[in-house]
C-alpha cells in the first residue's frame, strides 16, 4: 500500500471531500466515527452511512 496516496479531482466539489473516505472504507473492515451532532450532510455521518451501505460494522461515539 502506497505511503501517500493523491486520488486526484477534476472539481473540487462535495463528491472530491468524499473520495477519500470511501477509499479508506473500501479498504478497512470496520469505520470508527466520531460524529458531532446529528446532521447528516456532514461528512462524519456521509462516511459512517457509506459504511453501513457497504454492510461493514460502525462505531459511532458521539462529541
Known amino acids: ?34 460524529p458531532r451532532g446529528d446532521d447528516p450532510s456532514s461528512g462524519t455521518w456521509q462516511t459512517l452511512n457509506y459504511t453501513a451501505d457497504q454492510g461493514k460494522p460502525r462505531l459511532i461515539v458521539p462529541v
Do not use: K
Not at 15 to 32: E, G, L
Open 1 to 34: 500500500m502506497p505511503g501517500l496516496l493523491e486520488l486526484g479531482a477534476a472539481e473540487l466539489e462535495t463528491p472530491a471531500y468524499h473520495a477519500p473516505n470511501r477509499w479508506m472504507v473500501d479498504r478497512s473492515s470496520m469505520t470508527i466515527g466520531f
